[in-house]
Nanobody, 120 residues
């Protein structure tokens, strides 16, 4: 079984920073791409950021310039550094991983989510 576990969520004030981490364990040996998603109450899950095996990164327009995704291939982990946080960033954040990417929202493995709350 493959398990992804997020950590680092919490309560921060607007304008603050937070770093989320995601660790993979189990029967997974190579990850082509890591993704981060978020879901606010009453809203659909949305894609936030993605990083590829070669290091190339993609970001949603809403977070570009404020969030940074990274990966550690040796540790089989990924992170999301968030800065200049806004109340609208409040959501449950999920990490995802795919050995072989098939398209948007098709990641093979998903974490349980970690809550990020940004206060005014």
């Amino acid at each position: 079984q493959v398990q992804l576990v997020e950590s680092g969520g919490g309560l921060v004030q607007a304008g603050g920073s937070l770093r989320l981490s995601c660790a993979a364990s189990g029967n997974i040996f190579s990850i082509n791409t890591w993704g981060w998603y978020r879901q606010a109450p009453g809203k659909q899950r949305e894609w936030v950021a993605r990083i590829w095996s070669g290091g190339f990164r993609n970001y949603a327009d809403s977070v570009k310039g404020r969030f940074t995704i990274a990966r550690d291939n040796t540790k089989k982990s990924a992170s999301l550094e968030m800065s200049s946080l806004k109340p609208e960033d409040t959501a449950v954040y999920y990490c995802a991983a795919s050995p072989n990417y098939r398209g948007p929202e098709t990641d093979d493995y998903w974490g349980q989510g970690t809550q990020v709350t940004v206060s005014s």
